[in-house]
């Protein structure tokens, strides 16, 4: 996942592994932009990951604990 800071321009690459979670609030969720580009594999600090598929759930509202 890339995160993209709305006024810096500045872009910062995540690498997600299966079923994790990505919880966005405060300035994260509010100045920065995210997405995942489509392509086969992602190099990520120096090392290749082949992608598999993936499911993505967006909920707007949650309770955190």
């Known amino acids: 996942m890339d995160f ?3 006024v810096e321009q500045q872009r910062i690459p995540i690498l997600l592994e ?3 979670m990505v919880v966005l609030q405060g300035e994260s969720r509010y100045h920065w932009t995210h ?3 489509a392509r086969k594999t992602d190099l990520y600090q120096g090392q290749k990951y082949s992608r598999k598929r993936r499911v993505s759930l967006t909920f707007r509202k949650t309770i955190l604990v």
């Open 4 to 6: 993209t800071h709305q």
């Open 35 to 37: 997405g995942i580009a």
């Open 18 to 20: 299966p079923r994790s």
